[in-house]
Nanobody, 129 residues
Framework: QVQLVESGGGLVQAGGSLRLSCAAS????????MGWFRQSPGKEREFVTA????????LFADSVKGRFTISIDNAKNTVYLQMNSLKPEDTAVYYC??????????????????????WGQGTQVTVSS
């Protein structure tokens, strides 16, 4: 059973930074696509970023490109989301996600919440203006 546990959310002023962590357990993840989605009140879940388990390939939503980075520590089975230059519109619950298929990262379905097999419980990020 795959488990994804997020941590690192909180309250930060606009322009500040936060780092989210996602500890993955329960499987060998070498073929997985990992990523982050977010959801604001009244909105659908939105793709943020994805990464191959090797860390060699990454993909970002236009809204966060240049401000967010994603990385993996394979030894710790942990995915990180470094968020810089945060804006009030980044306020959301952030979810760590995992998909069993490496190929997802290279297909249009990478942007679809329905594609992902496993979800964490979410962590709240609030950016004040």
């Amino acid at each position: 059973q795959v488990q994804l546990v997020e941590s690192g959310g909180g309250l930060v002023q606009a322009g500040g930074s936060l780092r989210l962590s996602c500890a993955a357990s329960g499987r060998t993840f070498s073929t997985y696509t990992m990523g982050w989605f977010r959801q604001s009140p009244g909105k659908e879940r939105e793709f943020v970023t994805a990464i191959s388990w090797s860390g060699g390939t990454t993909l970002f939503a236009d809204s966060v490109k240049g401000r967010f980075t994603i990385s993996i520590d394979n030894a710790k089975n942990t995915v990180y989301l470094q968020m810089n230059s945060l804006k009030p519109e980044d306020t959301a619950v952030y979810y760590c996600v995992a998909d069993r298929e490496r190929a997802t990262l290279f297909s249009p379905s990478v942007y679809s919440a329905m594609e992902y097999d496993y979800w964490g419980q979410g962590t709240q990020v609030t950016v004040s203006s």
